[in-house]
């Protein structure tokens, strides 16, 4: 091996032990008091094992989201253009 592809392995190395060491040492870093968060950033949990509240669920809604007519009408114009994109594919494919 020549010196100079001997040199490049090396400092190869030496940037990939590098990179894992840094790795490794940087969630005990941010956590330093002295290096600590800006004071407009929000605090760590101090309890990290709670889970958050995935079954609590929104209350009803006394009306609907789309009145029924509305919803009859996009449906209607749903059902056209899915019928215009079938007629469409069915022409292309007849060529």
Do not use: W
């Not at 010196?3 to 990179?19: D, F, K, N, Q, Y």
């Not at 790795?23 to 709670?50: E, R, V």
Request: charged residues 20%; glycine residues 6%; hydrophobic residues 40%.
């Amino acid at each position: 091996m020549s010196v100079g592809r001997h040199t490049s392995v090396l400092a190869l190395g030496i940037l990939a032990l590098s990179a894992f060491v840094l790795a490794g040492c940087s969630s005990p870093i941010a956590d330093l008091p002295s290096l600590g968060a800006p004071a407009d950033a929000s605090a760590h949990a101090k309890d990290p094992g709670t889970y958050l509240p995935v079954h609590d669920l929104p209350p009803d809604r006394d009306e609907a989201v789309i009145p029924p007519d509305q919803r009859a009408k996009i449906e209607a114009e749903l059902i056209k253009a899915r019928d215009r994109q079938a007629s469409t594919t069915q022409n292309s494919n007849a060529k």
